[in-house]
């Protein structure tokens, strides 16, 4: 596994379609701007790399309305790291459009270190990625272009736009369109398909069959003095009939989306060239693992969904708690405190006032934050859960929300339930607990087994 050698290698590939096309002297002149670069670009030893990415992904799905309205996401990717040859890379990853991450990666030969949200490391094989969120991490296995150059030689179209200026510096702007059966022989010898399953290959290639429009463009901008490749750019944007592969029903008919559109622009800056003070090294107490679920759910999913045994106790202004170990407890006054794991996104938050014979009922409390957060929410959906529950040897009001949430323009489904409770009940020394946990949707259901409840559990009132 170099990394190294993916712009190369893509490069190489584009110019020998140039030459294998014969488009006359224009595409010639193009075509070894970039052999020089392939060649220039096989000899650096440190680069610093730059990457952003918007992905839209649209689906048309005649159930979820009359008109077959299209619902969409857009995917965000934002990243930078360097790379040492002859096999390190090191990269810091944000996503965002389906919940927030970050990750940090380095790659040396077939291990993968990766650290998620600035806590702890693990180290686990490439191979134990393939199919999953990893994958696209570690993605760095060397494309085989020259298996592809009979067909891509013929579906290929040149554009030289001569030179242009980008930050400050003059570049040569060459772009390389492919259709449909050339961009889809560039992704099937990327290097990422060959470690799917049979039946993921097959949903591949379904995927491609179904496609009925498609285009897609890479563009470089080489300094000629150099040979360096200083962007590479790459968009596509292809829209597909579902009906075509959809599974029919016992009755004969289709469910689930019927149209889906995917557009792409994805570009990576290289800098730093040779630069000596590049240097990467892997973490020494990273925690190997086989299983990329302990990586990126925080848990195994061979675990029992207990927590670590041991809860940490924090006493606070009438009660005491247990936390798990590993999370923050971050107090605000006397009033409040929020226990939280930044590697997963879980919190649990308890606010306490006083409330002298419950002239603010726990009812009203509930209602009122959950108001508060619907209005932070787009689609707010209210969760079924039975109106009371046990926690402290007190019947507590609850209720459940969910919808979705955007911060720093990134939009995230989450789900919350909040509680409340008046104790002691009817009294001059009267105070209100209010409980508030929270996560993303998609992880809830384990947070709620394996952390929450227990939290609950351990509540005392003091």
Known sequence: MRKQQFLPTLVAFIALVLVMSACGGSSQTAGQVILNSA?????????????????????????????????????????????VLPDRAAISLSLGGIGSYTFAVITQGQQVYIQKRHEHWYVIDKSKLTGTTGSTLSSTTIPDFNKLLDLASKNAQVTDHGDKTLDGASLRHITVSLDKNGFEQLIQGSGQLPGLTGQSQQAVNDFFNSAQNLSATLDFWIDESTNYLHRCEMRYDIAHDLSKIATPT????????????????????????????????????????????????????????????????YTGNGYSIGYPQGWKATPSGNEAVTFSDETTGYALTIVVFPNPNGITNASTVVNRDIESNKKAMKNPQTGTLPPTTIVGGDSWVQESISGTETSDGVSFDVQLVVISDDHPAHSANTQNFTIIYSTAKSLFATANTSYFQPMLHSFKFT
């Open 250 to 313: 016992s009755q004969g008919n289709s469910t689930g989306p019927t149209g889906v559109s995917i557009k792409l622009d994805m570009t990576v800056d290289l800098s730093k060239f040779n630069d000596s003070s590049i240097k990467i090294t892997p973490p020494a107490n990273a925690t190997p693992t086989d299983d990329p679920s302990v990586i990126f759910s925080g848990q195994s999913s061979t675990l029992s969904p207990t927590p670590t045994p041991g809860l940490r106790v």
């Open 39 to 83: 060649t220039a670009m096989k000899q650096i030893k440190t680069a610093h790399l730059d990457m952003k990415m918007t992905e839209n992904v649209s689906m048309t799905d005649p159930s979820s309305s009359s008109s077959g309205t299209p619902t969409s996401i857009t995917i965000t990717a934002n990243g930078h790291g360097d790379e």
